[in-house]
């Protein structure tokens, strides 16, 4: 069941900053497909370091330094924003490397699973009390894993990478009191020193890319704008939109990201790993629904 239509203006645009979100990461493999020869942890750095220095700009523009100057006083709390950033920045190479190795149907399936894995570390890690159907859902994906791995010999571990990093990173999120724009900030600050020193020896040791070509070049640069634009997009949705239709339009990034795998790149796609895929949709909706159900009923959209 599909959530009802907006009811006010601002429903509308929360519902058009969440398509535009949600299209820019599904539509990501087009763009790490185009640095062809650069490995995954190189471009990696390079989208740590120019996202830094694009929300260095972004963050001044829109007055955003207070909460950002707020949790950088606290070292205490930088613990817990520091393993977000290493979750986060460990996500982001697992997703570059499944592009670069042309396994973008594991890096949907990865994300598909996400809310699954999420359900799972809040029963496992925060004690939170499940419904049914969420426990049904989180039962299927688990059996079309194990399919996965009796039928084919091996784990999607890609998938569960992507997975278990991303749903891990939302743990730890929801305990650093920053907004979307201030928490990737400050994430990405604590990485660029990492960062640029990774840089200066893959330079020394004549293995950097940059500066070599530009075209090249470029789209290393433009790899930070890009993952700070979607995010803002995301924040614009999260305000005006409530979780649970949020979680309906997560869908689209995925579903974008396997369309793309069998159209664009031509990935095969094995009956075993549609069976999967089934599996793992089925649960999905399982869940949604169960989430859709569970909702306000006064609450708009």
């Known amino acids: 069941m599909l959530p009802s239509a907006p009811r006010d203006p601002e429903a509308v645009k929360g519902v058009m900053f969440g398509l535009t979100a949600y299209t820019m990461w599904g539509c990501f493999p087009l763009f790490f497909a185009l640095f062809d020869g650069i490995p995954a942890f190189e471009i990696l750095i390079h989208r740590i370091l120019w996202s830094c220095l694009f929300l260095v700009g972004l963050i001044s523009v829109l007055g955003r330094w207070p909460p950002v100057v707020a ?3 606290q070292p205490k709390r930088l613990g817990r924003v520091l ?23 594991q890096a949907s399936l990865g994300y598909f699973l996400t809310p699954l894995v999420n359900v799972a570390l809040g029963m496992l890690v925060l004690r939170e009390v499940m419904a049914k159907l969420q426990l049904v859902a989180l039962g299927l994906a688990s059996l079309a894993i194990a399919i996965q791995f009796i039928m084919l010999g091996e784990l999607p571990w890609l998938s569960l990478l992507l997975a278990l990093s991303f749903g891990s990173y939302g743990l730890f999120r929801k305990q650093v009191p920053l907004d979307g724009l201030s ?19 893959m330079s020394w040791q004549g293995e950097s890319h940059f500066l070599h070509d ?14 700070a634009l979607p995010l803002m997009a995301f924040a614009g949705a ?10 309906f339009l997560m869908y689209i990034n995925p579903s974008i990201q396997f369309l793309i795998a ?23 909706a399982l869940y949604s629904w169960s989430s859709w159900q569970s909702r306000p009923r006064q609450a708009a959209v």
Do not use: D, H
């Not at 393993?83 to 149907?105: M, P, T």
């Not at 960062?195 to 020896?201: D, F, G, I, N, Q």
């Not at 530009?214 to 993952?227: E, I, R």
């Open 238 to 247: 999260a305000r005006r939109l409530r979780l649970a239709t949020l979680g």
């Open 262 to 284: 069998l159209t664009i790149f031509g990935e095969p796609l094995g009956m075993i790993q549609l069976a999967t895929f089934l599996m793992i949709w089925t649960g999905l």
């Open 214 to 227: 530009v075209p090249m070049s470029a789209l290393l640069v433009v790899s930070g704008v890009l993952t």
């Open 83 to 105: 393993a977000c950033a290493l979750l986060i920045a460990f996500n982001w190479g697992i997703y570059i490397y499944a592009v670069e190795s042309k396994q973008v149907l």
């Open 71 to 73: 949790a950088l006083v």
């Open 183 to 201: 928490g990737l900030f400050v994430e990405t600050l604590l990485l660029f020193p990492l960062a640029l020193m990774a840089l200066t020896w």
